[in-house]
């Protein structure tokens, strides 16, 4: 009888640490998203106002359910207050607080310019938007801890003006944290940079990070070689991206 029950209890341990190892094995690239989206912010990036600095501009992301308002706010080099706002309907300049005419083109030039600044502070949300594709490359280790390394592309429909751009996010095991990330893109002749989160800090609620970036001279260079390279040496560090002010309105 203590047989049978020792080979019963045997088994049970037996599946468990199978099923566990299943578990993880099965571990996909939108679940490794959905949990670095969570450690660094989850549900309030969908209903606060969020503000920075960066370099001589003010930023802000207001978003409340699916509503959005980006604003970024600075003063020209002939002393005008120029605001652009951006939301889910339309892009307006002021210039001291009047509506200025502008062509499609340079709408859409600012409208870019405001929405990828935005976007990179607020990373990793925004990486569940319709038009993204990922793709969970493997497991790598970079500076002695463990990583997912997960692809990034866009489709054509939904995907902007630069859908074409590829991106490259390290996603630590242990925590979900976005430590790392990669990216080719197309405007300005194109290239290749990758970032390192630096200076992580929690505000309100949400962690912001500032950034060394980091680059490669070779216009063919493959974005997936980026941790090798960092590990190795190989970098250049072209400049510091640095958040400044922020803050987190909860709405």
């Not at 600075?74 to 339309?90: H, M, R």
């Not at 976007?119 to 490359?137: E, Q, S, T």
Request: contains cysteine; glycine residues 6%.
């Amino acid at each position: 009888m203590k047989m049978k029950n020792l080979y019963f209890l045997s088994s049970l341990i037996f599946i468990i640490v199978f099923l566990n190892g299943c578990t993880k094995q099965k571990i996909d690239a939108n679940q490794i998203v959905n949990n670095a989206i969570q450690t660094h912010g989850g549900k309030l990036f969908k209903s606060s106002k969020i503000s920075f600095d960066f370099r001589d501009k003010h930023y802000s992301a207001k978003r409340l359910n699916s509503l959005y308002e980006f604003t970024r706010e600075f003063t020209d080099n002939k002393g005008n207050k120029i605001k652009d706002i951006l939301n889910n309907n339309s892009f307006v300049r002021l210039i001291n607080d009047k509506v200025t005419d502008l062509t499609v083109e340079r709408k859409n030039a600012f409208s870019n310019s405001v929405n990828s600044v935005i976007y990179f502070a607020l990373l990793p949300y925004g990486l569940n938007d319709k038009a993204v594709h990922k793709v969970l490359l493997g497991e790598v280790k970079v500076e002695g801890k463990n990583y997912y390394k997960i692809k990034v592309t866009f489709s054509l429909d939904g995907g902007g003006k630069d859908f074409n751009d590829v991106f490259i996010y390290w996603i630590n095991k242990e925590n979900y944290s976005m430590d790392y990330l990669a990216y080719l893109y197309h405007v300005n002749g194109g290239g290749t940079r990758f970032r390192k989160a630096v200076n992580k800090r929690n505000v309100n609620g949400i962690i912001f990070s500032d950034y060394l970036n980091f680059g490669n001279e070779d216009l063919d260079y493959n974005i997936e070689n980026y941790d090798k390279d960092f590990e190795n040496g190989n970098l250049k560090l072209i400049s510091e991206i640095n958040l400044k002010n922020i803050s987190v309105e909860k709405l």
